[in-house]
Nanobody, 128 residues
Framework: QSQLVESGGGLVQPGGSLRLSCTAS????????VAWFRRAPGKEREGVSC????????NYADAVRGRFTISRDNAKNTFYLQMNNLQPEDTAIYYC?????????????????????WGQGIQVTVSS
């Protein structure tokens, strides 16, 4: 069964850090562009970050640029979201996604999200 599975979420105090991981099984992640999205309570899903197959050309939402870093380790079939200086407004369910089609392009990931694979989501709560 081909799937993405997130890990690393949890509860953190404002100013703290978390690293989310997303591991693919059943397919080779190195062929896929990958991204993180989130859905905060009462809000629509939004794109957080995206990165190409080689790890170059990362894209970020304005709200997280400078605080979050996306990366990937193709040898481990895994990609990551390092989240620093977390704030209460970062509280959300975070989803990882992957797509290898021409339809999906990182510069436009917020408006044209991936369609091939999505994780089940993981809760991140920032609270004192």
């Amino acid at each position: 069964q081909s799937q993405l599975v997130e890990s690393g979420g949890g509860l953190v105090q404002p100013g703290g850090s978390l690293r989310l991981s997303c591991t693919a099984s059943g397919f080779t992640l190195s062929y896929y562009k990958v991204a993180w999205f989130r859905r905060a309570p009462g809000k629509e899903r939004e794109g957080v970050s995206c990165i190409g197959t080689t790890g170059d050309n990362a894209n970020y939402a304005d709200a997280v640029r400078g605080r979050f870093t996306i990366s990937r380790d193709n040898a481990k079939n895994t990609f990551y979201l390092q989240m620093n200086n977390l704030q209460p407004e970062d509280t959300a369910i975070y989803y990882c996604a992957a797509d290898r089609t021409l339809y999906f392009s990182c510069p436009y990931f917020k408006d044209y999200p991936p369609t091939e694979y999505w994780g089940q989501g993981i809760q991140v709560t920032v609270s004192s």
